[in-house]
Nanobody, 126 residues
């Protein structure tokens, strides 16, 4: 069974940067849909960045220009480079995988995913 493990979270001041990583266990990323989600306790989760099966990245409007999603096939790792972080970016970030999905996938919900990880906490102070 595919498992995803995230790392790279931490505490930073507003304006700072972090790079999150997501590595699959027992699986090699292929032409899959991969998504970074953001969740604040007590609130709904949101897909903030994705790469679809054609390798096209998409971003939620509020992170466009600040976050960059990349997939390193040699390292079999998905990254989320986060810059100019804001206090509202605080929360749990986790990656999700959907196999055999074609087209835009940023809006996929949990029940549509193959699997997702436990997440890594990001805290941005003002």
């Amino acid at each position: 069974q595919v498992q995803l493990v995230e790392s790279g979270g931490g505490s930073v001041q507003a304006g700072g940067s972090l790079r999150l990583a997501c590595t699959p266990s027992g699986y090699t990323f292929n032409n899959d849909c991969v998504i970074w989600f953001h969740q604040i306790p007590g609130m709904d989760y949101e897909g903030v960045a994705s790469i679809d099966s054609d390798g096209i990245p998409m971003y939620a409007e509020r992170v466009t220009g600040r976050f960059t999603i990349t997939r390193d096939n040699l390292k079999n790792t998905l990254y989320l480079q986060m810059t100019n972080l804001k206090p509202e970016d605080t929360g749990l970030y986790y990656c999700g995988l959907r196999q055999w999905w074609f087209g835009s996938c940023l809006g996929l919900r949990h029940h549509e995913l193959t699997t997702w990880g436990q997440g890594t906490q990001v805290t941005v102070s003002s």
